[in-house]
């Protein structure tokens, strides 16, 4: 009787066989998805689906002028738009210098070439109404709206 080496078989049970299976199928299937997706990307254009700065509207949509609140309107001169920031003020009102407290559409900013803000005081602006045209420009991405101020006083 000789020594018999015998070897022992793995023997894998039917359902670890059928888990590696499925696993195998689910990494293909996300696999594909992955490919899917990414080919439908490309074929959109650039930014799709996302807000792009220059859609954003440089618009003032509320303002107040010291205590006075103002109106925003849209004046067509000469075929062009104007916009303008309209208000009745007292006649004792300092137009040398004053609050501006503007609210913003999304994405908007005041920019430097307004010609009559002196400076920020955390979101209230000091300007002085008395220079010639005065006016705030409005950035938003790559566009700008100036407005001009029409101002009454009683």
């Given at each position: 009787m ?9 023997h894998t ?6 888990r590696?299976?499925r696993g ?8 594909i ?8 990307s ?5 930014g ?6 220059a859609?954003a ?6 303002v107040?002028?010291g ?13 062009e738009?104007?916009?303008e920031?309209c208000?009745?003020l007292?006649i ?22 307004s010609?009559?803000?002196?400076t920020?005081?955390g979101?209230?602006?000091v300007?002085?109404?008395?220079v ?5 420009v409005?950035?938003a ?12 006083v009683?």
């Amino acid at each position: 009787m000789g020594n018999k080496t015998t070897k022992k078989k793995k023997h894998t049970q039917p359902g670890q066989t059928d888990r590696r299976i499925r696993g195998a199928i689910l990494v293909l299937v996300i696999l594909i998805l992955c490919v899917a997706a990414y080919g439908i990307s490309t074929l959109l254009p650039k930014g799709a689906g996302k807000k792009k700065e220059a859609e954003a509207k440089p618009e003032i949509t509320s303002v107040i002028i010291g205590d006075t609140e103002g109106t925003i309107e849209k004046v067509e001169e000469d075929g062009e738009e104007r916009y303008e920031i309209c208000a009745t003020l007292p006649i004792d009102f300092p137009f040398e210098k004053t609050t501006l407290n503007l609210e913003l559409s999304d994405g908007a900013k005041v920019s430097d070439a307004s010609n009559c803000i002196l400076t920020d005081l955390g979101g209230r602006w000091v300007v002085n109404l008395t220079v010639e045209d005065a006016c705030v420009v409005i950035e938003a991405g790559e566009q700008s709206r100036t407005y001009y101020f029409r101002l009454d006083v009683e």
